[in-house]
């Protein structure tokens, strides 16, 4: 999801008005016919039952958020709004009527997801809700809270990721899900360990694939990458294993969250109400098969894939199902789920459905339709298949909006038990011959691309849905352009956006320059530099450092990655992937590489922080201060000059030579509140030759003194008009050389 303030869009009136006009856009009338009466014969559910879901459908949808962050600073997060925020909100009474504190939502695991039941009017109006309120705004600026639908949280969840295992993310943006399952993959953190996993973030969309590096950036991880492929078309690829022996690129857990026609998102997207139609979904089914069957094809055996959408139709969900079952012959196992989440409230998959004409007849099979031309506009998947009672439909997930509360989403789990394509075959340990390897290889890509019948694109004039990934900025704003008409990268030109894949094409590198990444080696004297400087324990490694070949005339910017990414970045396919991006950024030269200053060559950054302060053996630039007030000062003000600081503070930096390092301090209270565990902070700083700087943006320096002190600092002091801000964003740069952007 985008990062979206409570108070929703900046500057604008709480009514939405036209532009120009000052008039306000006509309520959405929260009603559909066509859509009551087709999910009425769908017979999702009883009824009585029905009533009551279509009733909740269309109430507003309670706000929830997740804590974010590397896992020590979502613990602290975690202990300030347990502990500290929360309790302050029991039975808070406004125009008499008592509302309940927000509260963890049950199924999620280690209170990290939160529900605040409470309408927004009653948040602006009550001290306490006001002040918490404030408190998602800013930490939500910051990336340490996440705005995501409560049902949207739960895939990730039912992948069972563990910190060693690869995983992929093929339609991945904005990137909420990715979160999680970074998340994941970092859980045992705490343990100072950069794990071996891997998560690959994909998505169709170049400008949305942007959006997940923003998304990730915020937990820093070693083992991220970002790509820009249709889902269906990530490439084949190779890589070495840990043993130095080559492998096909496959995940022990795979997530296909594909596009879809959105309407469990209905109680958050109201223009859905007018646009809906059931002719969506049959324009998204062919896509969504091929993205999971390509998912299914990347996946280990023994591995896990997951297919979800945020739609309640059975043509997106269950038929898909049933085809990719279908299509991978026993190869996939479609797992049951009950036992997990026990809190989570849900539905069975359906075991039936019904397919509907344009005129709303019902349609049993192809055969119905008696215009051939007619015929291309169903793919034969989307009715249900004759055996379709074996297939265990029933243990699909269906939550719907009544019971408890939510958005609508449908999710389904895969174990795959069986070989399905030649890497499975070779990983049994089959010998098998090169050439009968890119056959099977060519003949998997055929597949993924033949699904649904290969003249039906053209010819389909089914309407996609109005909203388009683009403009949504919902966070499962689902859609997108009709499926394979663009080639990823090549969005903002319009010739290409008109043109269909075609084989050729499908094999070509996407035209989008991003600057490579670039394996720095281990006797780099850079690195060298930098571990004496710093004093970066030997065994860190030392050939996992990166450069952007762009900055690569000055070595300007260096990132770090894990083992995982490195063996991705050689692999000898490497030029078939789109990588968006990859790397921590850690250090940046001060100056440049002529005049390159020995005294401090190198500044670290706030991004590199977790990362490194886990791997430095002393305290050669590492100062733990006890003063709060030192941190209130280097919170609040610009470039306090060192003679304000407390006198231990002053002593400690005198020892210090200019340059970089690092301020740790213990904080014992959250909004001027005692904790029960104190907040551990570090902070990069840069020590000039009379002040001294902490390298963070103002977001972060907003959250943290709110956090702390329960003030929002000078970043929020408007008054103090940008003419002061440009004065000491020069001030800053004369003692530094550091410009705002770079930081
Ligand atoms: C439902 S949204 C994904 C939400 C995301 N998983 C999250 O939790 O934040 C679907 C995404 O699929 C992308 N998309 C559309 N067609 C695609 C395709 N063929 N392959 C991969 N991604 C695609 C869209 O750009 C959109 O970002």
């Not at 390897?437 to 649904?452: D, F, H, R």
């Not at 704003?477 to 269909?500: F, I, L, Q």
Request: aromatic share 6%.
């Amino acid at each position: 999801m985008g990062r979206k303030s409570f108070r929703g869009r900046k500057g604008k009136p709480k009514a939405d008005t036209r532009p120009g006009t000052g008039k306000s856009y006509p309520e959405t009338v929260k009603d559909n016919k066509d859509f009551k009466d087709y999910y009425k014969l769908q017979n999702i559910l009883p009824e009585e039952e029905f009533e009551e879901f279509y009733r909740v459908l269309q109430t507003t949808l309670p706000t929830t958020f997740r804590i974010t962050g590397t896992r020590s600073n979502a613990l602290q997060l975690r202990e300030v709004v347990q502990n500290v925020l929360v309790p302050s909100m029991q039975s808070i009474e406004v125009d008499g009527q008592v509302y309940e504190p927000p509260m963890p939502i049950s199924w999620y695991p280690d209170n990290f997801g939160w529900q605040v039941n409470a309408p927004r009017s009653v948040l602006r109006r009550s001290q306490e809700f006001s002040k918490f309120q404030k408190f998602i705004v800013s930490e939500t600026e910051a990336g340490n809270i996440s705005r995501q639908e409560a049902v949207s949280m739960v895939p990730p969840l039912l992948m069972d990721i563990k910190p060693h295992m690869w995983v992929l993310d093929m339609c991945a943006a904005p990137g909420s899900k990715t979160a999680q399952i970074i998340e994941a993959v970092h859980a045992n953190d705490l343990l100072n360990e950069i794990p071996t996993g891997l998560v690959v973030a994909n998505d169709a969309d170049y400008k949305r694939s942007h959006m997940l590096v923003h998304q990730s950036k915020r937990l820093q991880s070693p083992c991220f990458m970002a790509t820009n492929h249709f889902g269906q078309q990530i490439p084949t690829m190779h890589v070495k294993d840990e043993n130095g022996k080559l492998v096909a690129w496959q995940f022990d857990r795979v997530l296909c969250d594909v596009p879809c026609s959105g309407d469990g998102t209905l109680r958050k997207n109201e223009m859905i109400w007018n646009d809906w139609s059931q002719g969506q979904a049959l324009g998204l089914h062919r896509t969504q098969v091929q993205i999971f069957l390509r998912g299914a094809q990347l996946t280990k055996v023994g591995g896990r894939v997951v297919y979800s959408t945020c739609s309640f139709n059975p043509i997106e969900n269950e038929a898909v199902v049933a085809e990719v079952l279908r299509l991978t012959n026993g190869a996939l196992e479609l797992k049951d789920m009950s036992h997990e989440l026990p809190e989570l409230k849900r539905k069975p998959g359906l075991t039936t459905w019904k397919v509907m004409n344009k005129d709303g007849s019902i349609l049993t099979s192809i055969e119905d339709i008696k215009e051939k031309r007619q015929r291309y506009k169903f793919p034969t998947s989307v009715f249900p298949p004759e055996n379709v009672e074996s297939m265990h439909l029933e243990r699909c997930l269906r939550i719907y909006p009544h019971q408890q509360n939510t958005g609508g989403f449908f999710v389904a789990v895969f174990d795959k038990v069986k070989p399905l394509t030649a890497a499975d075959r070779i990983h049994e340990g089959n010998q098998i011959d090169a050439h009968d390897i890119q056959e099977s290889e060519t003949n998997e890509e055929k597949l993924v691309e033949a699904v649904g019948g290969g003249e039906q694109e053209e010819e389909q004039d089914t309407t996609p849905p109005s909203t388009t990934a683009e403009s949504t900025t919902a966070e499962e704003g689902k859609v997108d352009e009709t499926p394979g008409s663009k080639r990823p990268a090549e969005e903002s030109s319009s010739k290409a956006e008109e043109a269909p894949v075609t084989k050729k094409q499908k094999q070509d590198v996407p035209k989008i320059e991003e600057a490579p990444f670039q394996l720095m080696t281990a006797d780099n004297p850079d690195v060298q530099k930098l571990t004496d400087y710093f004093g970066i324990e030997p065994s860190f490694p030392r050939d996992q450092y990166i450069l952007r070949c762009e900055e690569s005339a000055k070595n300007r910017t260096l990132y770090y990655c894990s083992k995982s990414v490195k063996s991705v970045l050689e692999s000898k396919d490497l030029e078939r992937l789109h990588i968006v991006n990859t790397g921590v950024r850690l250090f940046v030269r001060q100056g440049s590489l002529e005049d390159d200053k020995e005294d401090a060559p190198f500044r670290l950054t706030a991004d590199g922080l977790p990362l490194l302060e886990r791997v430095l053996v002393d305290d050669r630039r590492k100062l733990a201060i006890s003063e709060e007030q030192d941190l209130k000062t280097l919170l609040t003000e610009v470039m306090p000059l060192i003679d304000t600081l407390s006198l231990d503070t002053q002593e400690k930096l005198k020892k210090l030579d200019r340059g970089s390092c690092i301020f740790e301090f213990d904080v014992a209270k959250a909004f001027n509140k005692p904790l029960n565990k104190s907040l551990s902070i570090s902070l990069p700083i840069w020590k000039g030759r009379s002040s001294v700087n902490v390298l963070i943006n103002k977001h972060d320096k907003k959250s943290l003194c709110q956090r702390i002190f329960g003030v929002t600092g000078s970043s929020d002091n408007k008054q103090q008009s940008k003419t002061k801000d440009n004065d000491d964003q020069s001030k800053q740069q004369k003692e530094t050389g550091i410009t705002q952007a770079e930081k």
